[in-house]
């Protein structure tokens, strides 16, 4: 009998990526590739890579867990995911990491932003908008992991530190800001103050080059300079910093590596996050068909281009396998030690086995032994080391301070192309939107801002008519 091309795997339901609407998708697997088959009536047939591992795609289903809900829902679901995002009872993750845009504004007019952003574009929000947004996130998580405050360009607002006072009033346990770093390299003075509202705040700081090309393409700038002098700034008061990185295939891929070197060198930088980039908002050099760069390609890399890590130390998040990678490492003595592979990926999801063993490394033994050991035990307690290994940067275990943990994540933000259904009901980065709902990042930018609203009308209609 004849056979297709492809092994089909699985069913979903995914986006037309011209249209929006939702359509029938396969995943298949062809060619030792993760693809998604997709038809659209009104625009024909799609075919997007989603991953370039088969085995590690196939993987990421071992790590399901029992959902973690808010305790609240914003929204009721009537027309089906993703038309009903705020969040409705559909969803199937609370917000590990909220975003908080407290101004449209920013001092660059980035030829890649998701937030469409510029020195003119929109306002402001006032502080009463802001204190409400951070109320809405209390409401909805009691003690929030992580809230990220962004933009725009957030060290632009003209309250701004009256913005973080108002957040550290809050029972935020991690709180970070999202900045291009400009203001950070201009004025000490500003770094100092920033430094004053450690601990339990860091600095997420857009590092996508060492390349002028590389900048000027999604930055519309060379800030090679800016980036030296931020983290020379960072590094004297030592905040709390993740370096961020844009990555778009054939521009700065190439530098994952040497990106993941320079940070292990700096004291300040306790990891590095890789986001290749989500076809939304403004995007003026990016073909789809040539620059799409998947998750797996962005995890393949970093093995390939720096010892640091190997295949074992590069996990799924639980939260949301399907678009997190995270690996941890130690810096101790000088040297680096990855974390994950002390760990059987089992005990991150099964509480009745409770404990780990060291590695047999001679070199690794005595730190762990005295970090972790209680009395004469040579067992090191899962417990210490399961907080760290999910979205909050939290350190439980004795004697180790957040200045010792490096990692490294891979945040795949899902757009139109290799939308599906089943990931993005996972999805735990959220953004506060401007009528205080709470929005998974990827359909905020697909349908949440204020250009794309009339639209999702339009589809919202469709749906009550059929």
Not at 82 to 88: K, N, R, V
Not at 252 to 270: H, S
Not at 404 to 430: E, G, P
């Amino acid at each position: 009998m004849p056979e297709r091309p492809y092994i089909y795997y699985d069913y979903t339901i995914s986006l037309c990526s011209t249209c929006l609407r939702r359509i029938d998708a396969k995943i298949v697997f062809q060619d030792d590739k993760v693809y998604m088959l997709k038809h659209c009536p009104k625009h024909g047939r799609e075919r997007v890579l989603i991953a370039t591992d088969i085995e590690y795609y196939k993987s990421c289903r071992n790590y399901a867990k029992r959902s973690e809900i808010p305790l609240k829902f914003n929204t009721s679901t009537h027309f089906g995911c993703p038309y009903d995002c705020g969040l409705c009872p559909d969803h199937e993750q609370h917000s590990c990491l909220t975003v908080i845009e407290v101004t449209d504004r920013c001092n660059l007019s980035c030829p890649t932003c998701y937030a469409m952003s510029s020195p003119s574009y929109g306002r402001h929000r006032t502080l009463e908008e802001i204190e409400q947004m951070f109320d809405v996130i209390v409401a909805n998580e009691g003690e929030p992991d992580v809230v990220q405050i962004s933009g725009g360009e957030p060290t632009v607002h003209p309250q701004f530190f009256e913005i973080l006072d108002i957040a550290k009033r809050k029972p935020i346990k991690h709180l970070m800001l999202n900045t291009n770093g400009i203001r950070i390299a201009k004025d000490e003075k500003f770094v100092a103050r920033l430094a004053s509202y450690m601990p339990d705040f860091e600095i997420y700081l857009q590092f996508d080059s060492f390349k002028k090309e590389a900048l000027e393409k999604l930055r519309g700038e060379d800030l090679r300079e800016v980036r030296k002098k931020a983290i020379e700034h960072l590094n004297k008061y030592n905040l709390s910093t993740t370096l961020v990185v844009t990555l778009q295939k054939g521009l700065n891929t190439d530098e994952i590596g040497e990106i993941i070197e320079y940070a292990l060198k700096q004291p300040c930088v306790r990891g590095v996050t890789f986001q290749p980039t989500q076809q939304a908002g403004r995007l003026e050099n990016y073909n789809q068909a040539t620059d799409r760069y998947t998750l797996t390609e962005v995890r393949s890399a970093i093995l390939e281009q720096t010892d640091v890590f190997t295949a074992a130390d590069l996990l799924p998040v639980p939260c949301n396998p399907d678009a997190l990678v995270m690996g941890y490492a130690l810096k101790l003595g000088g040297n680096v030690f990855p974390l994950t592979r002390l760990i059987d990926p089992n005990d991150l999801l099964d509480n009745s086995r409770n404990t780990i063993v060291y590695e047999n490394d001679e070199h690794l033994k005595p730190h762990l032994l005295h970090m972790f050991s209680t009395g004469n035990s040579v067992e090191v307690a899962n417990e210490h080391l399961k907080s760290i290994l999910c979205c909050l940067p939290a350190i439980d275990a004795p004697e180790l301070s957040y200045d010792n943990l490096f990692r490294v994540i891979i945040m795949n933000f899902i757009d139109a192309q290799n939308f599906d259904v089943r990931a993005i009901k996972k999805s735990c980065v959220h953004i506060v939107n401007k009528d205080m709902k709470i929005i998974p990042f990827e359909t905020m930018n697909l349908f949440y801002r204020d250009d794309k609203i009339e639209y999702l009308n339009v589809l919202k209609n469709e749906v009550n008519i059929w």
